[in-house]
Nanobody, 115 residues
Framework: QVQLVESGGGLVQAGGSLRLSCVVS????????VGWYRQAPGKQRELVAS???????NYADSVKGRFTISRDNAKNTVYLQMNSLTPEDTAVYYC?????????WGQGTQVTVSS
C-alpha cells in the first residue's frame, strides 16, 4: 500500500514558523497533484495548498503570502513551510497525493498555535 508519513507538527507561538514534511513511499515525480489539507475541530477539511507536477501552485486565501508548498521529487517528499502563524492556523494537517485514478492520504499531524 502507498504510505504518506507527515512530520514537523507541534506547538508554536503566534508569529512563529513550522515546516511540515510528507514522505511518500512511491515515486512522485509524475504525480500531477500534491497538496496539504487541514481540519480544525468542528470544521470541514479544507485545501490549504497544492502543487502540480510542473510546479504550478494554488493557495487558500487565508494562507497566501505566509505558506509555501514545495516538492523534492528525488526524495519523494512534499513540504509545507508555514510562516507568521496565527491561532486560526491550528488544525490537523494532512498530506494528499493524487496519481491517476487514485487518491492517498497521510495520517495527519497536529499544528497548534498559541496566542
Amino acid at each position: 500500500q502507498v504510505q504518506l508519513v507527515e512530520s514537523g507538527g507541534g506547538l508554536v507561538q503566534a508569529g512563529g514558523s513550522l515546516r511540515l514534511s510528507c514522505v511518500v513511499s512511491i515515486n512522485i515525480f509524475s504525480v500531477n497533484f500534491v497538496g496539504w489539507y487541514r481540519q480544525a475541530p468542528g470544521k470541514q477539511r479544507e485545501l490549504v495548498a497544492s502543487m502540480s507536477s510542473t510546479g504550478g501552485t494554488n493557495y487558500a486565501d487565508s494562507v497566501k503570502g505566509r505558506f509555501t508548498i514545495s516538492r523534492d521529487n528525488a526524495k519523494n517528499t512534499v513540504y509545507l513551510q508555514m510562516n507568521s502563524l496565527t491561532p486560526e492556523d491550528t488544525a490537523v494537517y494532512y498530506c494528499n497525493i493524487r496519481p491517476r485514478f487514485t487518491n492517498y492520504w497521510g495520517q495527519g499531524t497536529q499544528v497548534t498555535v498559541s496566542s
